[in-house]
């Protein structure tokens, strides 16, 4: 079965699917319109909503949420965060952007609401999060969460493993740059490294509320079982150690950074060295044949057959000298 067969989505409202998951984990699409009823084997239901669309308040309002509840999963930005609330708890989480043609670091947030009975959560019209994706994927084949505090422990742990592909593949750049620093031009290793470094701030910004939200809920979330309370201070954990990494790859990236401009100031220095040697040795010639070179009368040589061979001559003696000099001086 796709997952177009098992989604309730509309065009242009907001609800994309909604699911009650009995206790072995097989989530079963219901019309949000009919009076959910709990029973013993089925454990919660789970509302997954565009916030963006115009009718989403009055689902989530027929759903019973509270006006706070609505207002925080209905808010335009939001940054991660987690709050215990009468009755439940509400987690604002963000992942990388894995759609097609999507930035990376442009992360996408993924707002939820959870009590023992109930899930909701709620995104962006363009906002896919292919985290989601997974957790109705395991619903449907029935493997999936059988409550609701496991469902949220599946979907942090599915966006700690996205948000873990992206970081590595931020490291494994930078040890191609670090590798390969001869064969890469200036241009090229400039716009490279500021690239990663805009992604690495990027996902930075998110990545340390991140966590701290994180801990506020398996410290303050006290209906949360002891294995999924391990399971989000794992994920935690790993958020952390992400933040950890993304600062070693911003003072990596800025050390290789570093490295090229100085090899930039090494190289230019180098040409004008080149010229200084140049002007250094042709100075006392030049001076020779600006004098020689005046049409004024009283010029030594003027009548004489032989002055050009003598000037050439003694030119050639002195840029010969100049050299030797310079080499003495190891200045060459």
């Known amino acids: 079965m796709t997952n177009t067969d098992i989604s309730i989505d509309t065009e242009n409202g907001s609800l994309l699917w909604s699911y009650q998951v009995n206790s072995k984990g097989f989530g079963k699409p219901f019309i949000l319109n009919d009076q959910y009823t709990s029973s013993d084997d089925l454990n919660y239901a789970w509302i997954h909503l565009r916030c963006d669309k115009p009718d989403a308040e009055t689902r989530m309002q027929q759903i019973g949420l509270d006006p706070k509840v609505i207002d925080a999963l209905t ?80 979907l942090v742990e599915r966006i700690a493993n996205r948000i873990g592909d992206f970081v590595d593949s931020i490291d494994d750049n930078l040890t191609e740059i670090e590798l390969n620093t001869e064969c890469l031009t200036v241009t090229d290793s400039r716009r490279v490294l500021s690239n990663l470094r805009k992604q690495t701030a990027s996902i930075r910004r998110y990545l340390a509320p991140q966590r701290t939200a994180l801990d506020t809920l398996f410290r ?80 030594p040589g003027t009548e004489s057959k032989d002055s050009f061979l003598y000037l050439t001559l003694a030119m050639i003696v002195i840029g010969v000298g100049m050299i030797s000099f310079m080499h003495w001086k190891r200045w060459i």
């Open 75 to 154: 808010v335009s930005d939001s940054r991660p965060e987690a709050m215990m609330l009468a009755g439940g708890a509400l987690l604002v989480l963000r992942s990388v952007n894995t759609n097609p043609g999507a930035d990376p670091e442009d992360m996408v947030s993924i707002r939820l609401w959870f009590t023992n009975n109930m899930i909701v959560t709620a995104r962006r019209s363009e906002r896919r999060l292919l985290s989601i994706i997974d957790v109705q994927s395991l619903l449907v084949n029935g493997s999936g969460p059988t409550t609701t505090s496991q469902f949220v422990t599946f």
């Open 220 to 299: 303050n979330h006290h209906s949360l079982s002891a294995q999924d309370s391990h399971d989000l201070q794992l994920q935690s954990n790993r958020i952390l150690m992400y933040v950890e990494d993304l600062d070693l790859a911003r003072e990596r990236a800025l050390v290789l950074q570093n490295e090229f401009q100085d090899r930039l100031a090494e190289e230019q220095n180098q040409r004008v060295y080149v010229l200084s040697i140049v002007a250094a040795i042709f100075l006392p010639l030049s001076f020779l044949t600006g004098v020689f070179g005046m049409n004024v009368g009283g010029l």
